[in-house]
């Protein structure tokens, strides 16, 4: 008879074994698994836009999250091209010092690179004059060391600043906003924003227009309510709070709001439609992307899941959760909103990015809004009315919903994938990860392709009951992910906005988890988690450049201008967030339920990379 | 020889040290004094380092020790079955605070730096040990519930 230390031995041996066997074939696997056939591939150069811009980015800087008021991440910089994308080196590169999710993007102003650092949230300011040189100043927030705890699952990240009136913005995870001043690195204000003993937490850009700054919450999984602030730029004032449930006056729902869908409209939907005064630990946090149409004035943004993904315990639609909201920009008066899973069962948040473009549609000109959705179906939204024109999966496992009633604007659900306690559901498609998480996609007018980095897993969910305990997680689930079908869990979605389908898909072994950017070179860049940052064609999809960081990519690539009037591309390697927590040490890989169920897809992470902190700067 | 003139010097320096820190005590006047050695685990009080949880072993303890990680959000940070997510994995072999019944006990009762709530005045003694009965349990044969 073995003791139990034998067997414990015996096990470690074979596991050993095991893994040396398994490590060369699993590598070999990582190589880009296939491509799709390409379709309606459209012809380069001398055609007319696909679309038309609203608010191009400054040419050669990148000073809001996303490059420019609309969300595009397309910039008209030319000079890296898919004839001379393969001569692209290393420029610079350097240490944050901070081994966590590198989520979000550097901004570049006036020749200096601002970079924000995962918590403690440092702000760096880089001499692009002097890029092995000294910084030019670090900025240290010193947030509560509390607030690493309440990090909505799983990582401390933060998704970058913005700039405005000569101050880099941004917010820290103990829910301040902060403001910098751009050039000495001083405090010009800070402003508290929320509450983080009740694990509310701050990770999303703000969006500065103008002389407003407008910041959004985190925390969803704590049972907090969601909101968007809006401050003043000079002061720091907190202008007006737009909650995402609650009362009308308290969502600043009023006269002028008229949404498209019946089901939309009503008195108090944000308290109503809820269970009692459950609404109070709603969710509907805004941690994603804000967007800004300056010709209506108008701001847009998304909210996350309601808040106790058991959806037994909240019966009703659960307004405002899952939500587009179009706002006035200066009194932040709801226009209309649009929710996309009333009574969402599955974690489905849907905070993501919102690309505003004009373009024909079905023969007549249109204000468009794009909304790649956490849920899987890639939604075409009207900006002025708040009509849902289209709704198409763009990742195919795709299963909780077949599609959506365009006349109702309600998802068609299939009751099987409806979760409730005490039955565990399998092989729900997406997972609560989404079939794309909360790095944003980019828009190409030259191409009329939307560009997504997209997941492909899927999940059992045991909803449990749960108890609210303030501070501690409000989740009241059992989640454990799988690989979706297709053996491959990353796709970079070619979506050709006008006919509605995927034109062509890069697949990869693991969810891109990394932001994208479009150029007018007609070269798109992103990264994958083993940490591969390409360029590829932004017709074709072919790769045209890679290079292996060290670390996996969960940020957003960026281009400008340097010092030389040279175009460089930058993007940060650090693995974490969601998906990328998997990489870190403290998760043990023999929990599938792990890191919010994240474990039972991404085990294999590790095998791959580990926690890393550079920015890199390539170029010619 | 030396290691001796260092360890004096150090003794010297924690005293005068004391000292220092004593004097606004002193001039205060009611302080009660702080007796109980910090290791370099933190963790002071009652129940001592030594004390072993009384449901080791206990199979019905375990059990709720696993329906109580679930009932107080415990796996909503440590993982569904103890392997980390916004909190540490509490499956692998690494303790930052140490890894005795009564250290994780502690870890529990008083709450950790980062984040880890304190639960001592929240929950009954009793439950803190049938929580450390089952983390303690996490990956042998005894485990309830392991992760499939």
Redesign the interface.
Known sequence: MLGRTGKIAIALALTVVVGYWAWPRLARTAEVSSRTARTTQPPRGGADPAFNLISPSPHGEWSLPAGDLANTRYSPLNQINAQNAKNLRMIASLSTGIPHGHEGQPLVVNNTMYVVTPYPDYLMAIDLKDLNGALKWKFAPNPDPQSQARASCCDVVNRGAAYGGGKIVYQTLDDNTVAVDASTGKEAWRTQTGNVNDGETAAGAPLIVKDKVYVGNSGGEFGVRGKLNCLDLSTGKILWTAYSQGSDSDVRIGPDFKSFYASDRGSDLGANSWDQERWQRGGGTVPGWISYDPELNMIYYGTGSPGVWDADLRPGDNKWSTTIFARDADTGDAKWALQIEPHDNYGYSESMENILIDMDWNGRPRKLLLHPSRNGFMLVVDRQTGELLSAQKFVDSTNWASGYNLKTGQPITDPSKATHEGTVVSGICPASSGAKGLMPSAVSPQTGYLYIPAENACMDFDAVPANYIPGTPFIGALVKMDPGPGGFQGELVAWDIKNQKKAWTIRDKFPVESGVLATAGDVVFYGTLEGWFRAIDARSGQILWQFKTPSGIVGAPITFLGPDGKQYVAIYSGVGGWMGSVAFQDISTDDPYAALGAVGAMAQLKQYTAAGDNVFIFGF | MQLRLIALFAVLLALALAGCEQQPNASAGAAPPMSVVVGPVPGIGSPPQGQADPYANDVLGMAQGRKLF????C???H???????????L??R?WIYGSSDAQVFHSIAEGR?????AWGL?IPQSQIWELVAYIKSM?T?QEPEP??
């Open positions: 679930v009932w107080y959000n796996y909503s940070c993982g569904g079955h103890g392997g980390g997510g916004m909190g540490p994995s499956r692998d690494v730096g980062k984040g880890m709530p929240k990956r044969p992760p499939r």
